[in-house]
């Protein structure tokens, strides 16, 4: 069955770094649309940054992301990564990757993305 699958997350002190990856199994993730979310205890989901499809040339971040973590893709190995730097602990939360394929050369970060991947855990404290 076609599913998207997070890893990379884990404990990380307050000022590093973590690389998570969103990796497609059972479909092409090239031709998807990738947005990452975070959500944390007692919080509402929030988007934090997407990135369009086939070459990525469109990539969005939330404000309380910006200059610190990067989204990028490499179609053969069917991934998606965020790149987080200087992890703050409100960074603290799970991390869901979502994919979709009606968004052509474009992204939407809150979009109503059609594929949802099961999440990883990324906790900043010292």
């Known amino acids: 069955q076609p599913q998207l699958v997070e890893s990379g997350g884990g404990l990380v002190q307050p000022g590093g770094s973590l690389t998570l990856s969103c990796a497609a199994a059972g479909f092409t993730l090239e031709d998807y649309a990738i947005g990452w979310f975070r959500q944390a205890p007692g919080k509402e989901r929030e988007g934090v940054s997407c990135?369009?499809?086939?070459?990525?040339?469109?990539?969005k971040y939330a404000g309380s992301v910006e200059g610190r973590f990067t989204i990028s893709r490499d179609n053969a190995k069917n991934t998606v990564y965020l790149h987080m730097t200087n992890l703050k602990p409100e960074d603290t939360a799970v991390y869901f990757c979502?994919?979709?394929?009606?968004?052509?050369?474009?992204?939407?970060?809150?979009?109503?993305?059609?594929?949802w991947g099961q999440g990883t855990q990324v906790t900043v404290s010292s």
């Open positions: 990135i369009s499809s086939q070459e990525g040339e469109e990539r």
């Open positions: 979502a994919g979709d394929d009606h968004l052509i050369r474009q992204c939407v970060i809150n979009y109503a993305y059609g594929r």
